[in-house]
């Protein structure tokens, strides 16, 4: 299907998701999983060692948006080969005075995932996803699955279609 993993249907093989993410994906027909080396979860050794194009691979990151006195959560959808305008496009989009990257230590507890195995998928309810339009338009898209251990691989449009998720220009450049 892509690169070097043996993809099988993610409903299939729950024990490879983390917790929250074994629902969300079971309505999810065209979500695949694939069992990975732990340490190798990070995006470009794991596009490296598994032969998936970095264009192909979709990044989770956890924002904390702050205005006001009060923090507000929210995940952003970006290729591997682009960064997420965290300053400019997603602290407009959300109406926050700052935005940062969530401590490793809050995303984890928030999310109840692994860190470097965060996805969309299975997100507290109430938070936006905010995914970059070149993310939503591929075919393919490998993603976290909550934990370490394995990958994701969905349609761009799944992505598009999760609980909250918004579509827009996030990528910097």
């Known amino acids: 299907m892509l690169g070097k993993l043996d993809w099988v249907p993610a409903a299939e093989r729950a024990g490879l998701l983390a917790e929250p993410v074994v629902a969300a994906v079971r ?4 979500a ?6 732990p340490a190798l979860a990070d995006t470009a050794e794991f596009c490296a060692h598994y032969d998936v194009p970095l264009e192909a691979s979709v990044n989770c990151v956890i924002v904390a948006a702050k205005r006001g006195g009060e923090v507000r959560y929210a995940a952003c959808m970006v290729r591997a080969t682009d ?8 602290r407009r989009h959300l109406g926050a005075r700052k935005v940062s990257f969530a401590p ?3 995303a984890t ?11 969309p998928f299975g997100l507290p309810g ?3 996803v ?4 070149a993310a939503a338009a591929l075919p393919r898209a490998v993603v976290g699955s909550g934990i370490r251990g394995s990958k994701l691989l969905v349609p761009g449009k799944a992505l598009a279609a999760l609980p909250g ?3 827009i220009a996030l990528a910097q450049g």
Request: aromatic content about 8%; glycine content about 10%.
């Open 104 to 106: 490793m230590d809050e």
């Open 130 to 133: 905010l995914v970059d339009e």
């Open 126 to 128: 109430d938070w936006p």
């Open 109 to 119: 507890s928030l999310t109840g995932m692994e860190y470097g195995g965060i996805t």
């Open 165 to 167: 998720a918004e579509v």
């Open 83 to 90: 960064r997420a305008d965290v300053n400019g496009a997603v």
């Open 27 to 30: 309505d999810v027909p065209e």
């Open 32 to 37: 695949y999983v694939a069992p990975i080396d």
